[in-house]
């Protein structure tokens, strides 16, 4: 049986085959861009195709995490 990459939704954390999930990178600019061929070069980013999961990833900011009180 082949090996599968799998990568994890950056909402929702659930694991899929990355064939399944929509890959992003940052732009020289800062916006996220849609790598449709999955070529692009630097850090990307995977959304699965759950609407909830789009539409809260409109507002994803990558590398603004807020830390958490110790």
């Known amino acids: ?3 599968m990459p799998s990568r994890m939704c950056v909402i929702c954390r659930r694991r899929f085959a990355k064939a ?3 890959r992003h990178v940052l732009s020289e600019t800062g916006a996220l861009l849609r790598d449709e061929r999955a070529t692009l070069p630097g850090r990307g980013w995977y959304v699965c ?3 909830v999961c789009l539409q809260r990833f409109e507002k994803y900011k990558p590398g603004k995490r807020q830390r958490r009180p110790a």
């Open 49 to 51: 195709s759950s609407p």
């Open 20 to 22: 399944e999930l929509t």
């Open 1 to 3: 049986m082949p090996h």
